[in-house]
């Protein structure tokens, strides 16, 4: 009966032990599943610098050779779509605008973004309109509590326009 007792009082004591370290198995799932993340954000680098650890864990890793080839091929268009995903963070409490051209309302946006971001993002945008369409539309907005990127759909569907998001600056051109 004692024997019975310290058994199982051996078997508490190994029970409550710190946990097996990860195997390189679940090391390189782990730093996997931190690229997909990173890929779905649209950070390159942090999805690379994932996808190279998980394979330094398993080389054998056969979905992180085939992430890390596919990131190498569509990095531009995951880049691209990271800087859109930033407007999606930013929340714009209010937004007035009547009768404004979009340059004056993009501005005003822009300004209202830094702000908002406490200075995180200051987009830079840039209007391609070689035939001056963009200065005789105006935009009324009367939003409130919505992404930025919601204000930019809005602002581009009043002006008949397209937003090209680029390394340094969101480029607006007619549709």
Same mark, same amino acid.
């Given at each position: 009966m004692r024997n019975s007792l310290l058994l199982l009082l051996a078997g508490a004591v190994v029970a409550l032990a710190e946990p097996a370290p990860p195997t390189p198995g679940q090391l390189a799932d782990a730093y996997y599943a931190k690229g997909l993340a *990173?890929?779905?954000a649209g950070d390159v680098g942090g999805a #690379?610098?994932?996808?190279?650890?998980?394979? /330094? *864990?398993?080389?054998?890793?056969?979905?992180?050779?085939? #992430?890390?080839?596919?990131?190498?091929?569509? /990095? *531009?268009t995951i880049a691209k779509k990271g800087r859109e995903l930033q407007f999606d963070k930013v929340i714009i409490p209010v937004i007035?605008?009547?009768g404004a051209t979009l340059q004056e309302s993009l501005t005003a946006l822009s300004t209202m973004i830094a702000k908002e971001s406490k200075g995180k993002l200051t987009p830079n945008f840039i209007i391609q309109?070689?035939?001056?369409?963009?200065?005789?539309?105006k935009i009324n907005l009367n939003l409130k509590g919505l992404p930025?990127?919601?204000?930019?759909?809005?602002m581009l569907t009043q002006s008949n326009a397209k937003a090209r998001y680029d390394e340094h600056a969101v480029v607006i051109m007619p549709k």
């Amino acid at each position: 009966m004692r024997n019975s007792l310290l058994l199982l009082l051996a078997g508490a004591v190994v029970a409550l032990a710190e946990p097996a370290p990860p195997t390189p198995g679940q090391l390189a799932d782990a730093y996997y599943a931190k690229g997909l993340a *990173a890929e779905k954000a649209g950070d390159v680098g942090g999805a #690379r610098t994932a996808y190279t650890q998980a394979l /330094k *864990a398993n080389p054998r890793h056969a979905n992180c050779r085939y #992430r890390l080839k596919e990131l190498e091929l569509n /990095k *531009a268009t995951i880049a691209k779509k990271g800087r859109e995903l930033q407007f999606d963070k930013v929340i714009i409490p209010v937004i007035q605008i009547d009768g404004a051209t979009l340059q004056e309302s993009l501005t005003a946006l822009s300004t209202m973004i830094a702000k908002e971001s406490k200075g995180k993002l200051t987009p830079n945008f840039i209007i391609q309109d070689p035939n001056g369409n963009f200065a005789r539309s105006k935009i009324n907005l009367n939003l409130k509590g919505l992404p930025a990127s919601a204000v930019i759909k809005y602002m581009l569907t009043q002006s008949n326009a397209k937003a090209r998001y680029d390394e340094h600056a969101v480029v607006i051109m007619p549709k």
